[in-house]
């Protein structure tokens, strides 16, 4: 599925099973309490906290969609053609970025 295909797809959703979009400010609202949600599991699973009992049975995956289909929400709302900004975006970092990361010694060990 290409970007574009999925900010079609979550509009025709939210357009029939979700009933109309939360407003942007909602959303951005929930789109934090989902990254929220990503890092409690990247902190516990990969960091140096500890697991609980009750984060062991936390889907990675399903949590990094959520994300994912809130920030497609916001991109719906706003007009934003993700294809074009993430196309846009790489082409900023390979230029900016093109050296920097070669030549950094923290990176080469």
Wanted: charged share 30%; aromatic share 6%.
């Amino acid at each position: 599925m290409t970007l574009y295909e999925a900010q079609q797809l979550v509009d025709q959703w939210i357009t029939t099973t979700g009933v109309r979009y939360f407003n942007e400010l909602t959303n951005t609202a929930i789109l934090m309490e989902e990254v929220g949600e990503v890092a409690r599991i990247m902190a516990r699973r990969y960091g140096e906290q500890s697991e609980k009992e009750s984060d062991k049975a936390a889907d990675l995956a399903d949590e990094m969609a959520d994300v994912l289909f809130v920030l497609i929400c916001l991109a719906n709302q706003t007009g934003v053609d993700l294809t074009a900004a993430l196309e846009k975006n790489l082409g900023k970092k390979s230029r900016r970025d093109a050296e920097r990361h070669r030549n950094n010694p923290k990176l080469n060990k």
